[in-house]
């Protein structure tokens, strides 16, 4: 029968196709963008062995702040929309409570309450190539530091004095990220300034980072940022600052990190005054055991012109951290914290003291 030929092709002809769709199809959902949601919430007690009246905030603290008191430091959600070649917009949307986020937000323009509910929320797009670019839009936190608002992500359950002091907490704006080698990645800054959704004084803030990442078990970042900071809408009666912020971390075992971050900024105001600060902390942590582990951190700020703290003086501060980790996302933190001042600068019985020794318990649950 001449025709069966022709009825065998056909039959392969729809075979292969469905085959080749059945592929299209696998490699589309491959490359569909995938929607993630984390969160965790974050509490602690602290005892400052000064004695200050129960509930003081104390001082030199970034989020754990509250004297013999239970408080929750944070409860964050986290919503990311991943980008891929077929769908290069994605989204990124952290949303918080808690005194953290009341004190992340202290000093925004728009209002402390206005935003603290959205430590980021921007939009993102990823361009092909070799090199692809990487676009971010919105509220986003720094790059800078080596540690982060959510405490489970630090070796440290408190925030150090460069994190509280010498850099800031976020932005708005935009950033541009790609890859300049096989391990040099490169980033471009263009902001509002400050921890300032709402702009206080039309200026802009330029930033750069470069991120070296030489060995799997090493990373070296540099950054730096400058622009107008402060009120006011004539730019002649804000700081221009600039600031300069080196992280370096390295695995020198498999259970042993050690790392550093050093911070400079100058503050000029053309019609003159001004000042600078700087910092250095110290890091290592050791993992003792798989749920296990010692973090130790030691730091020395100092802020000649009482730019950051409120007084010229130099502070320093030293910190223990025993952490064991639970099934289910759980970890508990047991801290040991020593800070030193120049001028009477901690909270005490007494009124005021150069001294502050801390005991903190954080148990954050993550999800």
């Known amino acids: 029968m001449p025709h069966v030929p022709l009825v065998r092709q056909f039959a392969r002809a729809i075979v ?19 929607t993630t949601v984390t969160g965790l919430v974050d509490i602690y007690t602290q005892a400052s062995l000064s004695h200050p009246p129960s509930g003081t905030l104390l001082a030199g603290r970034s989020f754990d702040v509250r004297h013999s008191s239970f408080a929750l430091s944070l409860a964050e959600i986290n919503i990311t929309r991943s980008t891929t070649a077929a769908s290069p917009f994605g989204f990124t949307a952290t949303l918080t409570a808690g005194k ?63 994190f509280n002091y010498a850099i800031p907490f976020y932005h708005m704006g935009i950033r541009a990220t790609t890859p300049l080698s096989s391990n040099l990645t490169g980033q471009l800054h263009l902001v ?60 020198l075992t498999p259970r042993l990190k050690l790392g550093a971050n050093f911070d400079y900024a100058s503050a000029a105001r053309s019609a003159g005054g001004g000042g600078h600060w700087n910092g250095l902390a110290l890091y290592g942590r050791y993992q003792a055991r798989e749920n296990c582990a010692v973090a130790a951190r030691f730091e020395g700020f100092d802020d000649s012109e009482g730019l950051r703290t409120g007084a010229p003086q130099t502070l320093h501060s030293s910190t223990l951290t025993l952490e064991h980790a639970q099934k289910g996302g759980g970890l508990t933190r047991l801290e040991f914290r020593y800070d030193h001042a120049g001028t009477a600068f901690f909270p005490s019985s007494a009124g005021a003291s150069g001294r502050q020794h801390t005991v903190t318990i954080g148990q954050t649950v993550k999800f």
């Open 16 to 34: 292969t196709a469905s085959a080749l769709a059945g592929l299209a199809a696998c490699a589309a959902a491959e490359d569909a963008p995938t």
């Open 192 to 251: 509002n300034g400050w921890n300032n959704v709402e702009d206080d004084n039309g200026g802009k803030s330029l930033g750069v980072q470069l991120n070296y990442k030489p060995t799997a078990a090493s990373n070296v970042i540099l950054n730096w940022m400058g622009g107008p900071e402060g009120a006011g809408a004539a730019l002649a009666q804000n700081l221009d600052v600039q600031v300069v912020d080196i992280v370096a971390t390295v695995g």
């Open 100 to 162: 953290t986020a009341d004190l992340v937000h202290a000093t925004e323009p728009g209002g402390a309450t206005s935003y603290k509910l959205l430590q980021q929320l921007y939009g993102t797009w990823t361009g092909g190539g070799t090199r692809p670019v990487t676009i971010d839009a919105g509220k986003f936190v720094t790059m800078m530091g080596m540690e982060v608002i959510e405490s489970p992500l630090n070796d440290n359950y408190s925030r150090g004095l460069l």
